[in-house]
């Protein structure tokens, strides 16, 4: 079956500094990715979206990968501000309106 | 517009009670889909719609039902609430199915007794 895993430990970093967020998939080729963001008690907020081929995708200070020859995409916040704590969901498109999401990877930011 | 709103926020059911949570959306979205999240789970998929008249099963859809007769309006219905249905439901919409973002609704905080 489809899988979709996200760095499972809260990632701490430090204000000014970058993080890295990964989401890795299995059995599956899916024609794009997304990323959103989610604050406790919120749905989640749409972020970036990066098409199949497209190996990059920047918007501000966040950078989206994906390699499809990995399985794998990597989103990056630059600068990392206390603002931008909070957990980050990937989501894959399985096909004719089936979106899946990975189980999300907690942020903190200190500053 | 309002966007995707959902109604009620909060619920608290007994075993085998039924209910339905209202979602709707202002924007004209074909695509409106509903989610559960628990703990360590992330997002999970229970059904979806592509248009009116038009719904699929998601990954988790047994306990659930739900129709679409109108564009604005995907309301989900728990025919006997069980406690394994406690959970957080999200609501969302896109404009269509396909690479468009998702806009997702505040959540309703369901506990089953």
Redesign the interface.
Known sequence: SQKIEQNSEALNIQEGKTATLTCNYTNYSPAYLQWYRQDPGRGPVFLLLIRENEKEKRKERLKVTFDTTLKQSLFHITASQPADSATYLCALDLGGGKLIFGQGTELSVKP | NAG?TQTPKFQVLKTGQSMTLQCAQDMNHE?M?W?RQDP??????IH???GAGIT?Q??VPNGYNVSRSTTEDFPLRLLSAAPSQTSVY?C?SSLR???Y???????TRLTVT
């Open positions: 995707v695509y889909s989610y360590g789970m992330g997002l999970r998929l979806y719609s592509v699929d998601g990954e999200f969302a199915a396909g690479p973002e998702q806009y997702f609704g505040p959540g």
